[in-house]
């Protein structure tokens, strides 16, 4: 739904340009060669990889760890956990709503789903190389120290 | 050395890997490749007019409307409007890179740009939506109330370490 309103968006202002300004438009076009030569084989990898990650640790293995462990470690772990895969929001949220139904730390779940769209681990190459690689350690280890933040102190006020 | 680590080279080792797998657990072998191309579709259907709008914005806007808007002298007003341009996102995180470099080469700060990748990545209205459904009121409300202040102290202490080290010219 999303994709098809941004291909019709895409395909308009390309006509508009087009008609506006040719050669304008051709370099835009070559803008945009250029940007998916460089991230093209980094995605087919990162792709891969989160292919061999959710293989071999499924979401629900993940979210039976992030119920189980408790204290200050379970929600390290839960860090962890949510850093290193990458699932869809949509598979993500109904797990986790149903651990924390099922009584799970409230901290675990709010570090995991907090590093689960911050930090990305398995994204990080293809960061590294538009933006540098001491941009992409510091964004991503600020993200996970305030996920952990932010947990501890949605642990201490949801209880 | 370091030559080791190319792109392709990675791609034969996830091949072999793949294959190794395959061997001893032909199953997982398989689900490895339809996670992968799950994954793969939704990257095809997304990243190609991204980059398409990316070309055409790098090739129209002025340079002096988003360095105003965005710049270093924008302030208050520049971290207002990168959440705003943040909340508008579609797609996975590694869809907001390409954007994030094109709005640096056409001036915008870093601190804007990171808060854009940040916001980019945690907040988006259906997400939200989503995880109220399932994660309740309280929870989901809390952690965009937390996670708001998080994001501008996140993105003004590594403005603050980068400074200016940062390699604009990457691409």
């Known amino acids: 739904m999303f994709s098809l309103i941004l291909w019709i968006l895409a395909a308009l202002f390309l006509i508009i340009s087009l008609r506006r300004n040719k050669e304008k438009t051709i370099n835009s076009l070559k803008v945009a060669l250029k940007f998916f030569r460089s991230m093209a084989l980094l995605i087919l990898i990162t792709i891969w990889v989160i292919g061999f990650l959710l293989a071999f640790l499924p979401p629900e293995i993940i979210s039976k760890t992030v119920g189980q462990e408790a204290g200050f470690k379970g929600v390290i ?83 | ?18 294959i190794l797998v395959y061997l001893f657990n032909s199953q997982k072998a ?14 095809l259907s997304i990243l190609p007019p991204i980059l398409i709008l990316i070309g055409l914005f790098e090739v129209w806007v002025p340079k002096s409307v988003i360095e105003k808007a965005m710049g270093q002298a924008s302030k208050i007003k520049g971290i207002f409007i990168s959440f705003i341009v943040g909340t508008a996102a579609m797609g996975p995180l590694y869809v907001a890179f390409p954007i994030g470099t094109s709005l640096l080469r056409k001036g915008a700060s870093l601190l804007n740009v990171s808060i854009f990748l940040c916001v980019w990545a945690s907040i988006k209205i259906p997400m939200i939506l989503f995880e109220i459904k399932f994660l309740g009121f309280d929870f989901a409300g809390l952690r965009l109330a937390l996670t708001i202040p998080c994001i501008v102290a996140i993105s003004l202490l590594l403005n603050m370490i980068l400074n200016r080290s940062i390699n604009h010219e990457k691409i």
């Open chain 1, 77 to 159: 772990l839960a860090a962890l956990f949510g850093s290193i895969v990458l699932i869809q929001a949509f598979i993500a949220f109904p797990l986790a709503g149903s651990l924390l139904r099922q009584g799970a730390n409230a901290s675990a779940i709010a570090a995991f789903v907090t590093t689960l769209v911050m930090v990305g681990v398995v994204t990080a190459p293809l960061e590294v190389k538009l933006f540098g690689r001491k941009f992409t350690f510091w964004r991503n280890f600020l993200s996970f120290i305030f996920a952990i933040i932010i947990a501890l102190i949605m642990g201490a006020v949801l209880g």
């Open chain 2, 1 to 18: 050395m370091k030559r080791i680590f190319t792109s392709t080279n990675f791609i034969f080792l996830l091949l072999s890997a793949n």
């Open chain 2, 30 to 43: 398989l689900s490895v490749i339809l996670t992968s191309k799950n994954y793969l579709l939704e990257m």
